[in-house]
Nanobody, 113 residues
Framework: QVQLVESGGGLAQPGGSLRLSCVASGFTLSRYAMSWVRQAPGKGLEYVVDINTLGGTTYTDSVKGRFTISRDNAKNTLYLQMNSLKPEDTADYYC???????WGQGTQVTVSS
């Protein structure tokens, strides 16, 4: 059974950091392209970053230089390190397996002083 479980969200101050985790089960994470997607309150889904099977990454402009996607194949886990957080990063963050698509349940990130 395919499952993606995100964790690591919470409240952070502007300029702070959080690390999101997405533990995968039921499939081998490294064999799929994976993405982090977010949805801010009252807004639509926004692609944040993806990582392909070769480790290549693509970031949306608003997070370049601040966020880093990585994966630990031994732990079958995807990460999103978020630094220099801004209030506009406040959103529900989802990890997404691509092709066939499968979504986690999301973890909430709030950036506020």
């Amino acid at each position: 059974q395919v499952q993606l479980v995100e964790s690591g969200g919470g409240l952070a101050q502007p300029g702070g950091s959080l690390r999101l985790s997405c533990v995968a089960s039921g499939f081998t994470l490294s064999r799929y392209a994976m993405s982090w997607v977010r949805q801010a309150p009252g807004k639509g889904l926004e692609y944040v970053v993806d990582i392909n099977t070769l480790g290549g990454t693509t970031y949306t402009d608003s997070v370049k230089g601040r966020f880093t996607i990585s994966r630990d194949n031994a732990k079958n886990t995807l990460y999103l390190q978020m630094n220099s957080l801004k209030p506009e990063d406040t959103a529900d963050y989802y990890c997404l397996r691509i092709g066939p698509d499968y979504w986690g349940q999301g973890t909430q990130v709030t950036v506020s002083s």
